[in-house]
């Protein structure tokens, strides 16, 4: 992402100081027994989640420190946790060690924590996912990782730096850590439906919450507020939402790009300006060099017809990813054994065993890839076009505004895409 000049300077300060901090051999706290020090950016109901399930996943973490945009949201969260009490007691944050504003994410990382859970909006997240590597931090990542392609590079040549540190990089797309479907991928991976050819997934459901605008806001306060609706925080929701669905065929397709897509999308419903300026629902076809093709669907209309689910078919066979079902040259089903593990929390556990083990995960590459792959999808909705992978990626066009001040007002709306008028850029 493109950020303003002042702010640029600042990050760029604030991370070449950050850098000279020195890690243990092997990442921080390496194969060590000691305390791994927590700190959370964004303290929404994902945000607290996920400090919940890393509080849980090793019972030598201890959360320190939070920030959040705003007060209300910082200290609801921390009042959530403690009243959680099998991890109360490790809940260590103090009023000094609570931030807020756009700079909550570099006081966090300079409060003496370990790893760090980037919970924010997604317009944030390729400059918070810099910075936490500059610093030297273990990171989890919700999904996505950016809203644009410039925020893509941002983040995987910040995910190299992080291999090169030795510093694990886990994601929040989380079905890659739900143990019936790596059983069921792992057969796509073996054969099971021989040489995929058509993927379906779909991701249409009802509409979600919006905050109702008080007279104390400025427009920045509201749009940060109702984040979702805004597409230089969010991405839209076939990037923010749907990038589930499209991950796990991405997966599926053993994390091949796809060469290039073309679609359709609109704002049929949800039309009101409560709704910022996004689509209610986007069809995209994404197509592959072996002549596959994935058919997308996601939409956000109320009393609709809901699925969500992934259909897979190949030579040999045909899968139903979300009921870990596969027909054809071979039938299999996965079973259950009462062993599975919660995905969220399973994601957490694997990323504190990896720092324990001096081995750290890093998810980089592939997260990244899926997050552009969504990000291709709302280029070819809102502009009417076919597009390429090379030209997703070459993309210049950053979504964030020209300055990050809460006290910016007026901050218009962007206008709503025109699909055939709006530009690729």
């Given at each position: 992402m493109n950020y303003p000049p002042q702010q640029r300077r600042s990050f760029l300060k604030t991370t070449a100081a950050m850098s000279a901090i020195s890690l243990l051999p092997g990442g921080v706290?390496?194969?060590?027994?000691?305390?791994l020090k927590v700190g959370l950016v964004g303290c929404g109901g994902r945000g607290t989640g996920a400090a919940s399930q890393a509080l849980r996943a090793d019972p030598q973490t201890e959360l320190v420190a939070v920030g959040d945009m705003f007060g209300d949201r910082a200290e609801s969260s921390i009042a959530q946790l403690k009243r959680d009490s099998e991890i109360a007691g490790r809940v260590k944050v103090t009023p000094e060690t609570t931030f807020t504003g756009f700079d909550a994410y570099k006081k966090v990382l300079a409060a003496g924590v370990d790893v760090v859970l980037l919970a924010s909006?997604?317009?944030?997240?390729?400059?918070?996912?810099?910075?936490?590597v500059e610093a030297g931090k273990h990171i989890f990542a919700e999904k996505p990782v950016a809203v644009d392609a410039p925020g893509c590079k941002m983040v995987l040549d910040a995910c190299r730096k992080a291999k090169e540190k030795k510093l694990a990089v886990v994601s929040g797309l989380c079905w890659r850590y739900d143990r019936p479907k790596r059983?069921?991928?792992?057969?796509?991976?073996?054969g099971a439906l021989g040489e995929l050819h058509t993927l379906h997934t779909n991701y249409i459901v009802g509409g979600l919450w919006v905050k109702k605008r008080q007279p104390e806001w400025t427009d920045m306060e509201y749009q940060l507020r109702n984040w979702y609706y805004y597409a230089w925080l969010s991405g839209d929701h076939n990037v923010e939402q749907h990038i589930h669905?499209?991950?796990?065929?991405?997966?599926?397709?053993?994390?091949?790009?796809?060469?290039?897509?073309?679609?359709?999308g609109g704002r049929q419903v949800r039309t009101g300006p409560d709704f910022g300026h996004?689509?209610?629902h986007h069809a995209v076809v994404y197509e592959f060099k072996n002549g596959a093709k994935i058919f997308s669907f996601c939409r956000q209309q109320d009393g609709c017809y809901n699925d969500v689910n992934d259909y897979l078919a190949g030579s040999k066979g045909k899968c139903s990813v979300m009921k870990h079902q596969i027909t054809g040259d071979t039938n299999w089903a996965y079973k259950r054994d009462g062993k599975e593990i919660d995905m969220y929390q399973s994601e957490h556990n694997e990323l504190f065993a990896s720092i324990r083990k001096g081995e750290p995960i890093n998810d980089g590459e592939w997260m990244t890839r899926s997050t552009l792959v969504a990000i291709l999808g709302r280029m070819v909705?809102?502009?009417?076009k076919r597009i390429t992978w090379e030209q997703a990626l070459a993309s210049t066009e950053s979504l964030a505004p020209k300055a990050l001040d809460l006290n910016v007002n007026p901050l218009p709306t962007p206008p709503v895409a025109l699909p055939g008028r709006t530009p690729f850029a």
């Open positions: 706290h390496a194969g060590s027994s000691g305390v909006p997604p317009g944030f997240r390729p400059m918070h996912i810099a910075a936490a059983e069921t991928m792992k057969r796509i991976h073996d669905s499209l991950d796990k065929c991405i997966w599926a397709m053993k994390d091949e790009a796809p060469i290039a897509a073309y679609g359709l996004i689509f209610d909705t809102y502009t009417g």
